[in-house]
Each structure stands twice: as C-alpha cells, then as structure tokens.
C-alpha cells in the first residue's frame, strides 16, 4: 500500500471550462499531464450554490446533473496540478483527502 490523495471536484455538468463541458477538459487535462486514471460519474440528484434541485426524476427532469471528478495520485504528483486546476473551477468544490492506494496494474503477456 501506498500513500496518496484524492482530489475530488464537484461541479455542474453544464459548467464550462475554456469554452468546452468542463469535465470533458478535466479528463483530457488529467490525461496530458500523464496520470494514471480520472473518472467521472454523473449524480442522479443535488444542488448546489443557487439551491435548485437538480434531479432525473420524470416530473422534474433536469438536463444540468451534477458530477463529480476524481483523481488518485501520490500527494507531490496531486499538489503540483493543483495551482493549475483551481483556477478552473468558477462554481464548484474542490476536496481533498489523504487514501491509502494499492495500484493493480495487468501484467504483460
């Protein structure tokens, strides 16, 4: 085991980031800069800083859904993006959080 951090950005799925969905620039951004893995996942319900629910019940379907980005690195490789990444993030949260990390890589055959 190995020790890390997780940085976690929550954000609208809406939310632009240099004129494009920001989480589709996050993960090619993350990708560029040689990290292991990015995921994205897509809420089914939240709100955030205007408190409007947002939500993919049928009676109040909302085309806007949250969706939280995470990435996993050793804490030099995360602080060192982190100058550049906050700035991006106009309305949202940003976490971060110290995790114990196992990396499984397939072999080659």
């Known amino acids: 085991m190995d020790d890390g951090v997780l940085l976690r950005i929550y954000m609208a799925e809406s939310a632009l980031i240099n004129n494009e969905l920001g ?3 996050l ?3 993350f990708l560029r800069k040689g990290f292991p893995g990015c995921t994205v996942v897509r809420g089914m319900s939240g709100f955030g800083h ?3 629910l947002k939500t993919v019940d049928v009676f109040q379907l909302s085309l ?3 969706v939280i980005i995470d990435l996993v690195d050793t804490r030099e490789r995360i602080m060192a993006v982190l100058p ?3 700035p991006m993030i106009v309305h949202g949260l940003v ?3 110290d995790v114990r ?3 499984k890589v397939p072999e080659k055959q």
Do not use: A, C, G, N
């Open 64 to 66: 806007d859904l949250p």
């Open 95 to 97: 976490t971060l959080q």
């Open 84 to 86: 550049e990444v906050e």
């Open 23 to 25: 989480y589709k620039y």
């Open 50 to 52: 205007e408190h409007l």
């Open 101 to 103: 990390m196992i990396r």
């Open 27 to 29: 993960v090619r951004f």
